[in-house]
Structures are given as structure tokens and as C-alpha cells.
């Protein structure tokens, strides 16, 4: 499949998740879908899987904003999240298969004061 088409799922993925459409949003996983959390060391396989802990996740997050860069078969997500009032950054890796998205790895990030010490040599963005 071509990036465009890769993006596309993709992005037809975020937005079904967003809308809270979770089944539909399972569509868009390859049978054989992996997701991985490498910061709490936990692996779920499966669509059913995924399915089960979102449908019973406490708050799911709303996007704020997000980029997308794809090459080839991987696309890149990175994202600002909100769960409740807190924001948390998150970039996750995507293996994107014959239309669907076979794996994800996920790493998240809470925002974080700036050093003072090295505000000569940055920029605040």
C-alpha cells in the first residue's frame, strides 16, 4: 500500500477513537495486532485484547493535537493527550499492514519545568 493509504488508516483510526467508536476503530486492527507499553512493561495481543481494556479504561484521553510522519509500512504519532485536565505527551510507532495497523509501540511523557541552567542555549517553545 502507498504512505497516503498507510496515513490514512491511520488517521481513519485516530478519529473512530476519538468519536469513542471503539468497535469500529477495532475494524482498522490486524488480526494479529500487538501493542506495547514499554514504560510499564506490559503487551497486549490481540484485537479482542485491545478492545477489552479501552472499553474499560476509567477516562479515555482527548487528543489535542497530533503529527503524523510515514515511510513506507511505519507511520510515527506524535501527540498531546489530555485524561481529565492532565496533559501528557505521547509518541507511538505504528507498523501499518495491508491497511491495517499491525503493531504499536507507545511511550508516554507528563510535561516538565525547564531547567534554568540551560536557557542560554534554548528555545521555549
Known amino acids: ?19 469513542g467508536d471503539l468497535d469500529a476503530a477495532t475494524d482498522l486492527l490486524h488480526d494479529d495486532y500487538v501493542e506495547e507499553y514499554p514504560q510499564s512493561g506490559e503487551r497486549i495481543r490481540g484485537k479482542q485484547n485491545w478492545l477489552s481494556i479501552v472499553k474499560t479504561y476509567p477516562s479515555l484521553p482527548k487528543m489535542i493535537n497530533y503529527t503524523i510522519e510515514v515511510s513506507g509500512e511505519l507511520c510515527v504519532l506524535e501527540a498531546t493527550l489530555e ?17 491495517t495497523l499491525k503493531r504499536a509501540r507507545e511511550y508516554f511523557g507528563e510535561p516538565f519545568e525547564a531547567p534554568e541552567w540551560r536557557a542560554q542555549w534554548v528555545e521555549r517553545m
Do not use: K, P
Not at 500500500?1 to 468519536?19: G, I, P, V, W
Not at 485524561?83 to 495491508?98: G, H, K, L, P, T
Open 1 to 19: 500500500m502507498s504512505e497516503q493509504q498507510n496515513r490514512d488508516a491511520l488517521e481513519r483510526f485516530l478519529l473512530l477513537f476519538e468519536r
Open 83 to 99: 485524561y481529565d485536565s492532565n496533559r501528557v505527551y505521547v509518541c507511538e510507532i505504528f507498523e501499518v499492514q495491508d491497511g
